[in-house]
């Protein structure tokens, strides 16, 4: 079993910045890919990031690069999510996930384990 908690959400203005955290339990909490995925009001649940278990490789959704980065302390049992110049279009209910037996998916049930998310608001 694997249990996320998010912090780090809040309401920011426009090309401001936040870093999300998302600290873990479990001992094998360093051997899993982590993705972070974000749901707007009304909206599906959408792929945001993921990082491999060694933090080695990582990749964005085409609608962050450049803004969003994702990193991981395997030491602290912890992922991050840096963002920077948000938009409003950002504002959504931010949610950290483990994959247990892949890499590179970008799909939501391709991951076992969610924390409860974390709601960030951007203000134009």
């Known amino acids: 079993q694997v249990q996320l908690v998010e912090s780090g959400g809040g309401a920011v203005q426009a090309g401001g910045s936040l870093r999300l955290s998302c600290a873990a339990s479990g001992r094998t909490f360093s051997r899993y890919t982590m993705g972070w995925f974000r749901q707007a009001p009304g909206k599906e649940r959408e792929f945001v990031a993921a990082?491999?278990?060694?933090?080695?490789?990582?990749y964005v959704a085409d609608s962050v690069k450049g803004r969003f980065t994702m990193s991981r302390d395997n030491a602290k049992n912890t992922v991050y999510l840096q963002m920077n110049s948000l938009k409003p279009e950002d504002t959504a209910v931010y949610y950290c996930?483990?994959?247990?037996?892949?890499?590179?998916?970008?799909?939501?049930?391709?991951?076992?384990?969610w924390g409860q998310g974390t709601q960030v608001t951007v203000s134009s």
């Open positions: 990082i491999s278990w060694s933090g080695g490789m990582q």
């Open positions: 996930a483990a994959d247990t037996t892949g890499w590179g998916r970008r799909s939501s049930y391709e991951y076992e384990y």
